[in-house]
DNA sequence: TTGAAAGCGCTAACAA
DNA sequence: TTGTTAGCGCTTTCAA
């Protein structure tokens, strides 16, 4: 094959021998002008970066990687779902992986079972990827996998073992537990918790904040209802919670599934918030328009995934320093409609009031 | 450097001159099997699987694209935005990619101008991607950039030339002609339409859609109000078309603009579908759930994502064969409560009545 | 059906 | 500050 005549009928590609020759200089000065190296000549650089430019020379990765061993990429393990949450994450990702110079690979696990992540972590290595993000994993049972590169959980604990492993987490526990509080504080005997998927971690956190906020308090923990993070999934979880007139407050794991439990609520005739009090969990902007609008927390995607990149590339780049430290992210509680005492205290007040 | 010894204090990685060797063939024997390529005899092949496999062999994907000039991979330009649309468009390629055997390269364009778009084409042509999507670009002006491989738009017409173009669409023209329809079918006398950003080809489509099917049935054109794709945006239109009494149906160009429109029309007084419908579009199952119940048009991203790939990877790997035929994709809409005949009709059935 | 030799375009180590 | 040399691990000739 001619060199560079791989597509088309075009002139060959530019090689950097050929921006080297232009420039009067060996290919090793433009390589280290190309790396922005140390030890180049004002002079040489500004006559190699203009043989670049007229020759519209585009370096090659793939030979970069080959001969440096390093691929300045990040593969990221994503599950297959459009949803607010997973899409903003990725969007955070994205945006953060870029600003620290290295190129995504994206595999998604539509169902985002052990050996999907496998299968993706594998052949993300097979890119040559520098480091791994596995994002809010689901995980049942350990996942045992050869993994050489240092790997980022995002909101999970490792799934698997792996030399050099970080975490960064969105502060779910702690959201949910902000969540359930805002609830207790308002006035109700207990809260409801409307979980997603137990095999996903992302339920796992929420469900130990909102224990967590129950128990802080002496609250009676009732029952766990569990959807799949669906509006639908909420609205089937509604018509179940409904019948049980003790129910006064209800937080769902996700905003989509409080959504549907509201209007399952309000079909069967409880109204929101006043006989019931209903907290998501994400921060979807738009839940503020609808009625009533939505109580919610706010997930720090942007924080969690920039830390994460930060932490990731750190084990990339200085294998052996420590790890930066790291902070927790802010608990925002955003209070909007859907959210109000429960019906005992109302009434006492409309008493005292009369 | 040792061979291997990048990462920690491992042992080397293994190559494909230790699993022939292991599997007592040559290398390009080896080659042979992990290609798939013809003239191995069943007998070498296993032993190369084997060897490969108690060797825990990864293939390295840097090498063979240096060696064969292909990558098997596609770089994909997406906006920096978590929306609903754009995520499932994400999503569909993703799959889509990884079902031709593909692996997936992404770059955000956060602004979506221009110079991002060229900028990030650049980055992926560098990275040696096999082919690129341009997913639902927004683009002011030619943008020119030298492209020697096959080149998606998905939603948009061509926005700078390339040796091979393909496109695919989601059929947004249609959708929003489908949408206006209903309203007209209803009995509205005109539908005013919330656009999208006018910068995005997206709009584009939708207000030519609205603006056929408005020609078609000889209805006035109502002046064009223009959101961000985001419910504040739809909110701000809403309070402004709510001053106007002679509004009686509106096609948002988003569902989430339709729930800002939605809430501002109540707050103002005016009743949705009663004295005005509201029909958004991307469709969305969430906004089921809120009342009215959104009235809107599907948008078949995982239609558009699978014949768009579909087309891509048939230019990257026939380049000169011409390209298969496509198929329109199907137009969905879903009536659900935020939708009503106008005013006038309503009032005049009722006298009927009575 | 198989193998030997020659690169792909770049960077690393060393020498100048 | 610069250049020379020798690979990186794979695929591609082309010959056996």
Redesign the interface.
Known sequence: ?TPGM???A?PA?PRSADVAQLAGVSRKTVSRVLNNEPYVSAEARRRVLAAADEL?Y??????R??AS???R?IGVV?L?????G???L??GI??AV?DAGY??????T?DGDPEGITGAV??L????VDGVVVSEPIVEGEVSL?V??PVLFLGAPPAFSA??TVTASVGACALARAATEHLLDLGHATVHHLAGPRRWYASKDRIAGWRAALAARGAHEPPLVEGDW???S??AAGLELASDSSVTAVFAAGD?MA??L??AL?EAGRRVPEDVSVVGFDGN??F????PPLTTVRQP?DAASREGIRLLVHAIEK?DAELPPTSDPPVELVVRGSTAPPPSLQDQRHLQIT
């Open positions: 094959m791989g597509r088309g075009g590609a519209g585009r370096l090659n990765h793939a030979a990687a080959l061993g390093r691929n990429s994503a297959g779902t459009a949803g607010y997973t899409a903003s990725l969007v994205e945006q870029r190129a995504l690979r994206v595999v998604n539509p594998e052949s290595l097979e890119q040559g050869r050489d590169v030399d050099r669906s509006a639908d909420g609205y989509e959504i549907g509201i209007h309000r902007p738009v503020a328009y609808v009625s995607f294998p």
